[in-house]
C-alpha cells in the first residue's frame, strides 16, 4: 500500500516538474519574441522617422529621385560655369556626384540622415568624395550666399518662401536651376526639358535687376499718386 502511495506521489512530481519545465520554456520563448518584435519595431522606428518627419512639417521636401533626363538637363545648364555648386534637398546624392564628376566642387544639404549616409558610400565608392560633400541640415537654417550653382528639387508649397531666401542671400553671378517645379515670381532666362524632366534656369543677375526696375516703377507710382 505504502508504495503504491510512493509511485503516485512520484508520477505527480514528475508531472508537476514537466510542467514547470513547460511554463518556463513559454516564459522564455515570449520573452524572445517580445525582445524581437520590440526590436523590430525599434529598427523600423529609426530607418522611417526620417522619411516621415519632414512629412509632418510645414513644408515638406519629399524624397524622389532625380530622372537621368534631370540629372542630364540639371549638368547642361552648369557646364560652362565656374564655382562651387549646391543640391538643396539633395536626396541620394546623384546630383551632386554627377557634377564632382564634371570637376565641380558639389556639396548637398539633405535632412535624411539615412539618405546622407547612402550619399556619401556612393560618393567614396564612384572615386569622387573628395568632390561631393553632403551634410545633414535643414534648408531653412542653411546661408547659399557662397554658391554660384544651385539646383533644386522643390515642392509648390515651399517655392515663394526659397524664392526670397535665395534673393537675399546669393549674389548676382549666381545661377538658380529649379527642376519640376519653377519659382512663382522670377521670370527664367531659359527652359530645357519637357514634363517632369522640366528645368528652369534663374540667372540672379537678371532676376535683381528685374525686381530693382520693379521696386523703382513702384516707388515711381506711388510718389505720382502722393503729388495728385
Not at 5 to 22: F, P
Not at 90 to 108: E, M, T
Not at 122 to 131: D, I, T
Request: proline content about 5%; charged content about 20%.
Amino acid at each position: 500500500m505504502s508504495d503504491s502511495v510512493h509511485n503516485v506521489h512520484t508520477a505527480e512530481e514528475k508531472l508537476s516538474l514537466v510542467s514547470n519545465i513547460g511554463t518556463s520554456k513559454k516564459k522564455r520563448w515570449g520573452l524572445v519574441i517580445t525582445g524581437v518584435i520590440g526590436g523590430s519595431l525599434v529598427a523600423l522606428y529609426a530607418v522611417t522617422a526620417p522619411f516621415v518627419a519632414p512629412a509632418l512639417r510645414k513644408i515638406c521636401l519629399p524624397y524622389v529621385p532625380a530622372t537621368t533626363n534631370q540629372v542630364e538637363n540639371v549638368l547642361k545648364m552648369i557646364q560652362s560655369r565656374s564655382g562651387p555648386m549646391v543640391d538643396i534637398g539633395s536626396g541620394d546624392g546623384r546630383i551632386v556626384i554627377a557634377a564632382a564628376k564634371q570637376g565641380f566642387q558639389a556639396v548637398g544639404y539633405e535632412l535624411n540622415p539615412w539618405l546622407v549616409w547612402y550619399s556619401r558610400y556612393r560618393a567614396w565608392r564612384e572615386g569622387v568624395n573628395h568632390k561631393a560633400t553632403f551634410y545633414i541640415s535643414d534648408l531653412w537654417k542653411v546661408s547659399f550666399s557662397h554658391y554660384t550653382n544651385v539646383v533644386i528639387f522643390g515642392v509648390p508649397q515651399m517655392m515663394p518662401q526659397l524664392e526670397k531666401k535665395l534673393h537675399m542671400e546669393l549674389d548676382e553671378s549666381a545661377r538658380v536651376i529649379a527642376c519640376r517645379f519653377p519659382f512663382p515670381h522670377w521670370i527664367p532666362q531659359h527652359v530645357s526639358g519637357e514634363g517632369v524632366d522640366t528645368v528652369w534656369i534663374y540667372d540672379l543677375e537678371a532676376i535683381k535687376k528685374s525686381s530693382g526696375s520693379r521696386s523703382n516703377d513702384q516707388i515711381s507710382s506711388e510718389t505720382i499718386e502722393k503729388n495728385l
